[in-house]
């Protein structure tokens, strides 16, 4: 049986221009939650609590800004338009992950390893939170950092499997 689209928690909102810090502290964390942008002052992640809480957090920290904010919960139209968002969201993670492994191949035999593994393993453990619908870059960055750590492939990372969110194919 298909099911529609999963549900998404959107956060509207706009920060005044001046003082710039304040917006710039909201679109710092929105990119840090890896928000998919559908236009401007309009986001979304998949719905959670966890994503919920998160962008009525943001959507405080606008209104205290002196902006406005407002949450919405919402279902994409379509299977295609939620893959759209799912894609996006997914290319951004692939190059983040993509970083990792250039990182790790550039410090492969070199001398101080050990602490560009601890740096990539936590430059991991940050995408991993933000990584809602994983690319195939997810799984060879981990390789990546497990090669360079020299430790065999079922090594975890310190950072859990990931589950893919609400993307599913028509049949």
Known sequence: MNRGPGEWVLLSYRVPREPSTPRIAVWRKLKRLGVA????????????ARTREQLEWIADEAIEAGGTASIWLARPATLAQERELATGMAEA?????????????????GASTAAVVR????????????????PPERDRAHAA???????????????????????????
Do not use: C, M, W
Not at 37 to 48: E, H, K, R, Y
Not at 119 to 134: C, S, T, W
Not at 145 to 171: C, F, S
């Open 37 to 48: 942008q559908i236009s401007d002052g309009l986001v979304a992640l998949p719905a959670d």
């Open 93 to 109: 993670r692939a190059a983040e992950y993509q970083a990792v492994i250039d990182q790790a191949a550039q410090a492969a035999g």
């Open 119 to 134: 740096k990539l393993r936590a430059e991991l453990r940050r995408v991993g939170r933000r990584d809602f619908f994983p």
């Open 145 to 171: 950092v497990r090669a360079l750590a020299d430790e065999p492939d079922d090594a975890t990372d310190g950072v859990p499997p990931k589950t893919v969110h609400h993307q599913e194919e028509n049949a």
